[in-house]
């Protein structure tokens, strides 16, 4: 029976700002040193053999970023499935199930979130083996982590005590608890933390989603048999999967279901939701601190710095979270790490720029950087991957010069069409159609000053896109 892992990458890690920003979510970031980001390692610690394609579900607006991940792998999806909206881990599941089922077969899926740590690959495997054997016989397998502390930010499993380490059957779920209510948790030795890892045959799943929630069943199968392909994506039918309610798996199917098992997973395991987590599985020096980037210590204990793009320099100072990017600077205690999200609906609610993008901004063709504006001016980097093309476009409001410092650009103005290499620039006039290619072997980077009475991003005209954009 054939095993496909189905990925899913629709978070938006708001406790992770301002590292993850909403349309660069922690899952498409490296926070932990590696060579990998969230997203690769998840891909990377797949088993081995017997294993499909895997299925990743994420938000349209994500896209380009899960396939070019993706492409640096070296891995071929077995599809990319573009969720409309949000509605949280049931529809996501119930969309891959459906098109996992659509060849006629009934294979075991493997359900991961793209944005957990774990360390122990070897253990993790040997775990989703015993899962596998479980979920043929028609079980739903979630995976539960032995606790080593009253965690308060974790839902809990609660088995029999002295269960093994086989598939042993699910007595309860429970919501985050509080302190003391943890703490007789991990004394009884019968709950394990929830860790949102499932394994089960897609049948299985979608027998019980029909009994317990038939209704989230209905819109999906609704929204799998509009879907359209689009590039190297297949859309979800929008209105169909957004008339869907949003429910957790979790809720739609684990909860009410008679069928769930747990089998325990030892492996170093944490779902990365904060920077005290970060702190918590990274390696920290002498006096337990953590430093990422280029950081000087000097007095300080018990502390998370992550600089990005400047040197973060820290004297004397305790039990704090320090996180420089090149727009913004979070300073936290530690124990404030799940109050983060507080700061980013604020941002989302004064329509602030920090809570959607970082200042370098990535698009299927490359990345832009903002570099310097003011009124009526812009001056931004732009680097274009070999290959690859910008759309053809105009603008009603601003003129464009370019100048090549690195590579060979090709470019259309007009009715023209002429080449540009390094240290030679154009003059784009407002209202002119216009593209820019990168025809050469290497990256192709060029700074471009803006100028007009308007310079947002909406001032963009497409003619004709590669990318499948309006």
């Not at 499935?81 to 891959?96: D, F, K, M, Q, Y």
């Not at 407002?430 to 050469?440: A, C, D, K, Q, S």
Request: glycine share 8%; hydrophobic share 40%; charged share 25%.
């Amino acid at each position: 029976m054939t095993l496909i892992p189905v990925i899913l990458s629709g978070g938006a890690g708001t406790r992770l700002w301002p590292m993850s920003r909403q349309l660069y979510p922690k899952q498409f970031l490296n926070l932990t040193g590696t060579e990998h980001t969230l997203l690769q390692a998840t891909l990377a610690r797949l088993p081995e053999a017997d294993v499909a394609p895997p299925l990743i579900i994420c938000n349209e607006a994500h896209r380009f970023l899960v396939a070019e991940q993706l492409r640096q792998m070296g891995v071929r999806p077995g599809g990319i499935l573009l969720e409309p909206v949000g509605r949280n881990t049931a529809p996501a599941v119930a969309a891959a199930a459906l098109c996992a089922r659509a060849s006629g077969e009934d294979p075991v899926l493997l359900v991961m979130p793209a944005d957990h740590l774990i360390q122990d690959v070897d253990a993790f495997r040997r775990s989703v083996a015993l899962a596998v054997e479980a979920a043929r016989s028609g079980e739903l397998v979630t995976f539960g982590v032995p606790p080593t502390e009253p965690h308060t930010g974790y839902g809990y499993i609660r088995v029999e005590a002295g269960a093994g380490a086989g598939a042993a059957p699910v007595r309860e779920f429970v919501e985050k608890p509080d302190l003391d209510t943890a703490r007789a948790y991990v004394a009884s030795g019968q709950y394990y933390w929830n860790s949102g890892i499932f394994v089960f045959r897609a049948s299985s799943f979608l027998e019980e989603l029909k009994a317990h929630a038939p209704d989230i069943l209905e819109a999906c199968e609704r929204a799998w048999a509009g879907a359209r392909g689009d590039l190297d994506f297949l859309r979800l039918e929008p209105e169909a999967f957004s008339a869907c309610r949003s429910e957790s798996l979790d809720y739609a199917v684990m909860e009410p279901t008679r069928r769930a098992v747990m089998v325990p997973l030892e492996a170093d395991w944490s779902d990365v939701g904060s920077w005290t987590a970060l702190w918590s599985a990274g390696e920290r020096d002498a006096e337990g601190n953590v430093a990422v980037g280029d950081v000087l210590l000097t007095g300080t204990r018990n502390c998370y710095l992550h600089a990005d793009a400047r040197l973060v320099a820290a004297v004397g100072v305790e039990d704090l979270v320090v996180v420089e990017t090149k727009d913004a600077v979070l300073v936290m205690h530690k124990d404030h790490h799940q109050d983060v999200k507080e700061i980013v609906a604020r941002l989302r609610a004064d329509g602030r720029e920090e809570s959607e993008n970082h200042r370098c901004v990535a698009r299927p063709w490359g990345t832009y950087e903002q570099i310097d504006t003011a009124s009526r001016f812009q001056v931004k980097r732009i680097t274009v991957k070999p290959g690859q093309q910008l759309s053809l476009q105009m603008h009603y409001h601003r003129a464009e010069h370019w100048i090549v410092v690195r590579g060979t650009a090709r470019i259309t103005r007009g009715e023209e069409q002429f080449i540009l290499s390094e240290n030679e620039s154009t003059y784009i006039p407002l209202g002119i159609t216009h593209r820019l290619e990168n025809p050469g072997r290497i990256p192709l980077e060029l700074i471009e000053v803006q100028s007009g009475s308007y310079l947002g991003e909406d001032d963009i005209v497409r003619f004709e896109d590669t990318y499948g954009r309006h």
